[in-house]
């Protein structure tokens, strides 16, 4: 089989399609055939700067789903040909892989191949975000960066299906409409800070309930003041940067959270019970992702050169 691995970090050039052994199943894990893998910023990070658990060499990649090929001893929870999908793995840019049966789940029917593997990672997040992170309430402002990304559409999808009011923020004015048809009700456009004022005028000078911010260090003040007494600041993004900050310079009285949706998933039967709550949202047609980009497995380098470029809206899938 072959992956895309990395024998050093660095830019998109550093991505090699290199052919290893076939996986065998261990003990509790699953033969997965990939069928499709999900790009993630996290992805980008772990190619140029590594950190905990990303060193080079590695094969890259955390998310998709595929089609269960074999059974490694005392799993009894799935069959050879059951269509599963997962949420982080790491080496998931692999046409095969050996995954513990714990870190799959199954995938309803009605749920294609494709928009399965664009909502786990993203849409595991974002429904974090709007029910443990801030349970959005009817009549709620959610302020949302890079409202057309991934994370950012199906943010906004899920404060909306909730009765929430979403401002978006887009770093380029063509990145408006995919935004607004997300269902935006504002869209602003802006690169970096400077967006407060804007912000504190559409809501009649009270500010958001909520900022879910994966802008970087960039927009962490201006976040930080568009919001109302006692609004949360989600900050996100493990490869952003992080800001030198002491606890009285929190203003308003707000809070301030770091999100990260391994928290939200402590347990397969968290894993189980929140990847239903998403498929639901999927069925019902309250979750619909957007797929920016479809490019083979092997030209996993250049799905990564155009998500840098910010040039992307929507979901970015690679397919063996």
Do not use: C
């Not at 910023?41 to 955390?62: E, H, I, K, N, Q």
């Not at 793995?89 to 294609?112: C, F, K, N, Q, T």
């Not at 879910?212 to 609004?231: E, K, V």
């Not at 992080?242 to 894993?271: C, G, K, M, N, Q």
């Amino acid at each position: 089989m072959r992956a895309i691995h990395i024998d050093r970090h660095g830019g998109p050039e550093v991505m090699n399609w290199t052919e290893f052994p076939d996986p065998t199943p261990g003990t509790g894990e699953v033969l997965v055939r990939l069928a499709v893998a999900g790009v993630n910023f996290m992805d980008v990070g772990a190619r140029t700067a590594g950190g905990p658990g990303w060193s080079a060499p590695t094969v890259l990649g955390v998310e998709g789903m595929g089609y269960v090929t074999a059974l490694g001893d005392g799993v009894e929870d799935f069959s050879p040909g059951d269509r599963v999908a997962w949420f982080y793995h790491p080496g998931s840019y692999a046409e095969l892989l050996s995954i513990p049966a714990r870190s799959l789940v199954r995938i309803p029917d009605e749920v294609s191949d494709e928009t399965a593997a664009a909502v786990m990672m993203q849409g595991l997040t974002a429904n974090h975000f709007t029910t443990e992170t801030y349970a959005i309430k009817p009549g709620d402002t959610a302020v949302v960066h890079a409202a057309a990304g991934g994370v950012g559409l199906l943010l906004t999808h899920m404060v909306k299906a909730r009765g929430g009011r979403v401002i978006g923020l887009v770093s380029q004015e063509e990145k408006a409409a995919p935004a607004r048809e997300a269902g935006a009700d504002h869209v602003l456009v802006s690169s970096g800070a400077g967006f407060e004022d804007q912000v504190k005028e559409l809501t009649g000078g009270e500010g958001a309930h909520v900022v879910y911010d994966g802008g970087g260090t960039s927009t962490f003040r201006s976040s930080q003041q568009a919001l109302r007494p006692h609004g949360v600041h989600a900050y996100y993004g493990p490869f952003m940067g992080v800001p030198s900050i002491a606890p009285t310079d929190l203003p308003h009285s707000i809070f301030l959270t770091y999100p990260v949706v391994h928290h939200h998933v402590p347990t397969r039967e968290a894993l189980v019970e929140r990847s239903a709550e998403v498929f639901t949202m999927v069925r019902k047609g309250q979750l619909s992702p957007r797929i920016g980009g479809r490019y083979a497995l092997r030209d996993a380098a250049q799905a990564h050169a155009d998500i840098e470029s910010r040039r992307t809206t929507g979901k970015l899938l690679l397919v063996p």
